[in-house]
């Protein structure tokens, strides 16, 4: 042990280390003492294997540091993740050209997530359409449907608050969170509604930008100008216009510069809370000094004041009588004499206060609903009207009409987008400080804001503004101002300004967010067709999913109508927030290890109360839009189920998927199914070659044309070995037998058996393939085309032992011979035959068989025929009707044919071939009787050894004394190291398993066997050889096997006559003998019963009924 030593710093001792490494020759390696970079990760593959851990303390993990990181180490690079939102650091860094420290998000509650909700909820709706809303449904529906509205989007909220809480959410917001929580099908389903209805949102929030610019600032702009009455068309059409121009300008913008958009959004929102501050200003100041907005009505219906400015018939000129614009515009002159509609002549014109005040107490009157149809007068129905002998024409006139028909759930479909927005926190999850504290919190209180805004405003809406103007959708008779702005204060333009910015802002950022969005599901790779759009500048800004979201936003613009779009992806943002609440309530019932949200403000009938409130209101506001929605995302859903990359996300609805399966194993172990239900589940043996490549593949392409799909199937197979020294090699053979189950379209599961023998493992899959209830029935195999080479390693012993297990587990079996003949799944047979030889009867199999099989393209078009044999004392004609009868019952349509087999003396052929055989077995048996003895008298020579080495230690007078100390453990080694040589060289020779004991065995040991004896010996087996030898040829075949070979033979000549050009022969498998003495005969005669055939399946039942006339 070295006394002197000497202190190195880590840095110094490092660099010598380098020194000497480069002084040497080498490339300095990680032991070095040279600092690298490691990964964060735990599996990553990229980690240096080499680091050596010099540290005493952790010795017993140093061999598992290169997989398994220090906790310390991972602890320090999880606290320093960061996920930016994606685009914006990007474009920065591509703009400065240079490389720069990303600081650390640091948004808090407020900034992060309270005001981006906030300007997301608070929009185009809340100044364009609740004051006509709430004119229409009355103030008590409107606070209906506002709360409604409000309660879906809490309840979400919580739910989003617990899934958003359960770990980290990375850039990708509410589809990040459904396709985790519920599995690529539906998270690309929901993903995809969601971009379309922040698509849509996009295209809404450009069509209120261009009605406020054309309607209230600059109604001249307008390139289509109304002519007799068709304003409204008119109107669509400069909506259409406007709208490409500007949906063009603004991807031009958040093509250029999305960083200006994102810096733009706090101006947009504070344009949003000014207006509203002016209009809560508005409602105070009404109640000492209303507003001057007065409305002129005709009996009582209101005017429209865009083309006369006196609310008059007639007004006074010097002590003259004129008449008024008002005048020539319902009679056919100025004249007071003119012809004049009815209605005119028969009502007053009077003015009324358009905003009375808070004080007025014309809430009472607004309470209740005005519904009316498409192209009906807006009308006072409190003030009185006479409407004359005959029904007046309105059309031309200067009333304010309704646009469109009016009713409850139409109104639920208008409002309903001004209310989404709330998932613009958990989008912004990378950008925040504590995201898992600040998104629950920063989207309730916004939610919570935004609702008491919406139904104060109904109400203060419904107390301030009367009736008529609330039903004014356009402002028509307030000289075409916004109705609320003219509640606002101190102007009315305060409000029409900071509407247009805030409309303007909302479509950019709806630009700006849905192109990332579908950027995100394009790169998760679940929608293989989209994957285009994964891809963008180099900055990482998504050029052509902003292609596609500016299309699919131009389709909204063509609609043209705000209400009309709106509905639409109400649509798609109610699926999105049914399936968030649904992924929650999964979650929690399912009470996965994993769900640990750290929100515990939820419950699952919380989330289940969500989702029935999405799915009511999605029929609420048209079921018809409703049922398109969901015919999108089902089509979305099995695509990607079809087609779609497979993910593995831990998701819900694969844990849902497991409790199902539970349950429905557990009630399926009740007992056997029923004759009706009984299908063949069917377990693959399948034999693999020394690269673990399936030798016959056809044998899967037989499995799928049985199955089509339906039931279990498991495919098997059997590794000779030890497990712990065939891992490798079990991993290999899985992922080629599923591969070639995935190209034959073979639906089940595979199973890779490692055992020391073959027998054993294809034992213990006959025995444990399966679970419960969904245990395989059916074993289906390759006949052993080599079963008479003895180096085959499947042999003839294995299948007959395989034969004999399957029957005492009550299976049925199927042996395919000649299965490389047999058809792929693309081949079709255009005519031919399927042959059943019903010899025995076996349950039905051999009926059911060709029925499943005939399903198949493959068959389809081949006919059934059934043969069965008929003996000298049965009734062949009889015994036809009743099979033909038989068939009927049994709903199978198939030719019948009694075949007669007349009784004739034996043959020579089969008598010299059944000779033949049973000569071959008794060599067979000589040649293992003549290495059994071997193998004893080995065992023999053993055991005399080892008695003397034992008689010889018990006889020495010096080992006595060290007996307990050093001979008799070492001598117990040596016994037994001895005994399990000698069970590893059992197969060897005499001669040399004797040399060997003898130069194990220690020098003092004296042999008993002297060289005479030996060789004595040696002879005395030789002769008994070949006395045995000889005697084969004087062999006299048994009577038995001379009988079944006739069988064999005959019936194998019957079946050659009917069915040699059969496409499939199904034949009745004989059982093996009960005495295991003429197993190898038994392998005989199926060869001669299947001899000349091209494709047989020999088919043994399984003991009972699988096929009943009853229904």
Known sequence: MPTNFTVVPVEAQGEQQAEAAAAAGREPQPGDGIPRESSPFITNADMDKGIIYEGKNMALFEEEMDSNPMVSSL???????????????????????????????????????????????????????????????????????????????????????????NGVVPAGGSYYMISRSLGPEFGGAVGLCFYLGTTFAGA????????????????????????????????????RVYGTCIIALMAIVVFVGVKYVNKLALVFLACVILSIIAIYAGVIKTAFDPPDFRICLLGNRTLSRRNFDTCAKFTKIDNKTETTRLWRLFCDSALLNATCDEYFSLNNVTEIQGIPGVSSGVLIDNLWSTYSDKGSVVEKRELPSLTGTEE???????????????????????????????????????????????????????????????????????????????????????????????????????IVIGSFFSTCGAGLQSLTGAPRLLQAISRDGIVPFLHVFGHGKANGEPTWALLLTACICEIGILIASLDSVAPILSMFFLMCYMFVNLACAVQTLLRTPNWRP?????????????????????????????????????????????????????????????????YALLRVEAGHPHTKNWRPQVLVLLNLDSEQLVKHPRLLSFTSQL????????????????????????????????????????????????????????????????????????????????????????????????????????????????????????????EGNIDVWWIVHDGGMLMLLPFLIRQHKVWRKCKMRIFT??????????????????????????????????????????????????QRSQMLKQMQLSKNEREREIQSITDESRGSIRRQRHCSPQSIGQDKQVLVP???????????????????????????????????????????????????????????????????????????????????????????????????????????????????????????LNRVLLVRGGGREVITIYS
């Not at 104060?456 to 008529?468: K, R, T």
């Not at 029929?619 to 859903?637: E, N």
């Not at 019952?889 to 008598?911: C, G, K, P, Q, W």
């Open 204 to 239: 809404m929030y450009i069509l209120g930008t261009i009605e406020i610019l054309l309607t209230y600032i600059s109604p001249s702009a307008a390139i289509f100008k109304s002519e007799d009455g068709e304003e409204a068309e008119a109107m669509l059409n400069n909506m």
């Open 598 to 662: 750290r929100f515990k403000f939820y419950h699952w009938t919380l989330s289940f109360l969500g989702m029935s409130l999405c799915l009511a209101l999605m029929f609420i506001c048209s079921w018809y839009y409703a049922l398109i929605a969901m015919v999108i995302a089902g089509c979305i859903y099995k695509y990607i189920e079809y087609r779609g990359a497979e993910k593995e996300w831990g998701d819900g609805i694969r844990g849902l998927s497991l409790n199902a399966a539970r």
């Open 869 to 918: 044999v008929a003996q000298m004392d049965d009734n062949s004609i009889q015994m036809k009707k009743d099979l033909q009868m038989f068939l009927y019952h049994l709903r199978l349509n198939a030719e019948v044919e009694v075949v007669e087999m007349f009784e004739n003396d034996i043959s020579a052929f089969t008598y010299e071939k059944t000779l033949v055989m049973e």
């Open 392 to 494: 007046t024409k309105v059309a031309g006139l200067p009333y304010v009409f309704t646009d469109i028909m009016t009713f409850f759930t139409m109104l639920v479909g208008i409002y309903f987008p001004s209310v989404t927005g709330i998932m613009a926190g958990s989008n912004r999850s990378g950008d925040l400080k504590d995201a898992q504290k600040s998104i629950p919190t920063g989207t309730i209180l916004a939610i919570s804001t935004t609702s008491f805004i919406y139904l104060s405003c109904i109400v203060l809406f419904g107390a301030c503004i009367e009736g008529v103007i609330l039903r004014d959708k356009f402002g028509e008779a307030v000289n075409g101002n916004l109705v609320i702005g003219t509640l606002a204060w101190p102007s009315p333009w305060v």
């Open 707 to 830: 199955k089509a799909g339906k039931g279990l199937t498991i495919v098997g197979s059997v590794l000779q070995g030890i497990y712990l020294d065939k891992c490798v090699e079990v991993q290999k053979a899985e992922e080629n037998v599923k591969s070639l189950m995935a190209i034959e379209k073979t639906k089940g599961f595979c199973q890779i058996v490692v055992s020391p023998s073959l027998r054993d493992g294809v034992s213990h899959l006959i025995q444990s393939a399966g679970l419960g209830g969904m245990k395989h029935n059916t074993v289906l195999m390759a006949w052993p085309q080599s079963w008479k080479l003895t180096d085959n390693p499947f042999s003839w012993r294995n299948f007959v032992d395989t034969v004999r297990e399957t029957t005492a587990a009550q299976q049925a079996l199927l042996v395919a011979k000649n299965i490389d003949l047999f058809p792929a799944n693309q081949e079709r047979f255009s």
């Open 970 to 1092: 070492n001598d117990k080694r040596e016994d037994e190291a001895q005994l399990i040589h000698d069970r590893n060289t059992a197969s060897h020779s005499a001669a040399v398993v004797q040399a060997n004991a003898a130069a194990a065995a220690p020098e003092r040991v004296q042999m008993t066997w002297t060289k005479e004896k030996l060789v004595s010996e040696k002879h005395k087996n030789k002769e008994t050889n070949l006395t045995g030898f000889k005697d084969i040829f004087n062999l006299k075949p048994n009577q038995t096997n001379v009988r079944r070979m006739h069988t064999a033979v005959k019936l194998n000549g019957v079946v050659l006559n009917k069915s040699q050009d059969a496409q499939l022969v199904l034949l009745n498998m004989p059982g093996p003998p009960k005495s295991k003495k003429g197993d190898e005969n038994y392998m005989e005669f199926l060869e001669v019963l299947t001899d000349g």
């Open 75 to 165: 602890l320090n690079k999880l606290a320093n993740y960061t996920n930016l939102t994606q685009g914006v650091i990007e474009h920065e860094a591509d703009e400065d050209s240079k490389r720069r420290e990303i600081k650390a998000p640091r948004m808090g509650t407020f900034i992060g997530v309270y005001l981006p909700c906030l300007q997301n909820i608070l929009g185009v709706i809340l100044f364009l359409r609740l004051t006509w809303i709430v004119g229409t449904a009355g103030v008590l529906e409107s606070f209906i449907i506002v709360f409604m509205c409000c309660a879906c989007t809490m309840l979400t909220a919580i739910s989003m608050s617990a899934i958003a809480t």
